[in-house]
Nanobody
Framework: QVQLVESGGGLVQPGGSLRLSCAASGFTFDAYAIGWFRQAPGKEREEVSCISGSGSSTYYLDSVKGRFTISRDKAKNTVYLQMNSLKPEDTAVYYC??????????????WGQGTQVTVSS
């Protein structure tokens, strides 16, 4: 069955960096786009970034452009989210999700359990 397992979250000071990982299994990895979402307490879930199945197309939320980088490693069946220059407003639970196809415009239908990111001094 499809499994997505996030890791790499934690507590970091403002201006610091974290790299999140989303380990995927149970499907043909490069046949599906993967997105990163986040949800802060009392706020709606928002999509932070997405990468197409081939890795050639990416999307970023405006507020993270220039600070976050999404990538994927086919050999490891893993999608990464490198987060630099972190701000307190980046604090949230981060989830990865598989799209229903190769491109990011498809809906997401499988989700990981989430990893907490806390940016605080």
């Amino acid at each position: 069955q499809v499994q997505l397992v996030e890791s790499g979250g934690g507590l970091v000071q403002p201006g610091g960096s974290l790299r999140l990982s989303c380990a995927a299994s149970g499907f043909t990895f490069d046949a599906y786009a993967i997105g990163w979402f986040r949800q802060a307490p009392g706020k709606e879930r928002e999509e932070v970034s997405c990468i197409s199945g081939s890795g050639s197309s990416t999307y970023y939320l405006d507020s993270v452009k220039g600070r976050f980088t999404i990538s994927r490693d086919k050999a490891k069946n893993t999608v990464y989210l490198q987060m630099n220059s972190l701000k307190p407003e980046d604090t949230a639970v981060y989830y990865c999700a598989r799209r229903r196809g190769r491109l990011c415009y498809y809906e997401s239908d499988d989700w990981g359990q989430g990893t907490q990111v806390t940016v605080s001094s």
